[in-house]
């Protein structure tokens, strides 16, 4: 039984930082491709960063130079730190993951929400 069990969400004002985890748990880390998704209230779930199992990482064009995500395989987390922060970022973000071997873009534009795997989801709020 694979679970994924995220932290590190909150309130924060525009241009601050936070940092996410996701504890998988179940499964070791490095065989599992993974992202990170985000849902506005009222919009549709839209992807953020992903993280292959080449150590491959992708960013959608909204957050990347802001956004940085990796991957500790001692502590089986996935982190994703995020930097100068919008209120455009509020959101609940998700991890998600998937015991295959793709690339952090393959896993999220071709994958995506049919991974697997999910997290309980954390709520980022940038005011």
């Known amino acids: 039984h694979v679970q994924l069990v995220e932290s590190g969400g909150g309130s924060v004002q525009a241009g601050g930082s936070l940092r996410l985890s996701c504890a998988v748990h179940?499964?070791?880390?490095?065989?599992?491709?993974m992202g990170w998704f985000r849902q506005a209230p009222g919009k549709e779930r839209e992807a953020v960063a992903g993280?292959?199992?080449?150590?491959?990482?992708y960013y959608t064009s909204s957050v990347k130079g802001r956004f940085t995500t990796w991957r500790d395989n001692a502590e089986n987390i996935l982190y994703l730190e995020m930097n100068s922060l919008k209120p455009a970022d509020t959101a609940t973000y998700y991890c998600?993951?998937?015991?295959?071997?793709?690339?952090?873009?393959?896993?999220?534009?071709?994958?995506?929400?049919?991974?697997?795997?999910w997290g309980q989801g954390t709520q980022v709020t940038v005011s």
């Open positions: 179940g499964r070791t880390i490095s065989d599992l491709s």
């Open positions: 998600a993951g998937a015991p295959y071997r793709y690339s952090g873009s393959w896993f999220l534009f071709n994958l995506g929400s049919e991974a697997p795997y």
């Open positions: 993280f292959g199992t080449d150590d491959s990482t």
